[in-house]
């Protein structure tokens, strides 16, 4: 397995408090990802980083933002949380950009529910 | 832009009987197709990939895939399914070889004794 952890694995916050999910990787890989996970949507990229200090948005970045500081954390942020932010967010890494000769390792999840 | 469709939300399947899980997609470059698996509770694991060459692909448990480029396919096959393959499977592409990945809505995949 890939080294990925999450945290925390499951929370449940109320609506408009800030909550922060933190992935952190042993593997030294440059890129970094933060998907959502929602039925009938499928996995939706977030935003990306590509090395320390260096992020771009995916294809779902409203209402969140992103943060590297060290290559072996990223953090997730979401500012003032709504119920639509509900759902389960997976990390993931890999060495490249590039998908030849590389693989792209996922983490194990993180349930977020907003009351 | 690049997208991906898995046809169906749900296969229903007995214990030992064939599957093939359905995947169309659209790009306008060349891509690079994915298929994970993701058990109950877990991430997703790799099942298999195409990136070039030979058009069938052989992945993990006894899985393959077909690149169908004239029909934008790349169906994943299994000639025997155990309880074990039971999970969601997702189809994903890579549009130019880059690693931001877009994928399907999945398919849950039902085996039944």
């Known amino acids: 397995d890939a080294g990925i952890t999450q945290s925390p694995r499951h929370k449940v916050t109320e609506t408009g408090t800030p909550v922060t999910l933190r992935c952190h990787q042993t593997e030294n890989h440059r890129y970094m990802y933060w998907y959502r996970q929602d039925p009938g949507h499928g996995l939706r990229l977030i935003h990306y980083s590509y090395g320390v200090k260096d992020t771009d948005k995916g294809e779902v970045s409203d209402g969140y933002s992103v943060s590297r500081s060290k290559t072996e954390d990223f953090l997730l942020t979401l500012e003032s949380a709504t119920s639509s932010q509900t759902s389960v967010y997976f990390c993931?890494?890999?060495?490249?950009?590039?998908?030849?000769?590389?693989?792209?390792?996922f983490g194990e999840g993180s349930w977020l529910t907003v009351v | 832009a690049q997208s991906v469709t898995q046809l169906d939300s749900q296969v229903p399947v007995f214990e030992e009987a064939p599957v093939e899980l359905r995947c169309n997609y659209s790009?306008?470059?060349?891509?690079?197709l994915f298929w994970y698996v993701q058990y109950p509770n877990q991430g997703l694991q790799l099942l298999l990939k195409?990136?070039?060459?030979?058009?069938l692909v052989k992945g993990i448990n006894g899985f393959e895939a077909e690149f169908n480029k004239s029909q934008t396919s790349f169906h994943l096959r299994k000639p025997s399914v155990h309880i074990s393959d039971t999970a969601e499977y997702f189809c994903a592409v890579s549009e130019g070889g880059y690693s931001t990945l877009t994928f399907g809505k999945g398919t849950m995949l039902l085996v039944s004794p």
């Open positions: 790009s306008s470059v060349s891509v690079y």
């Open positions: 993931a890494i890999s060495r490249s950009g590039q998908v030849s000769g590389n693989t792209i390792y």
């Open positions: 195409y990136l070039s060459g030979s058009t």
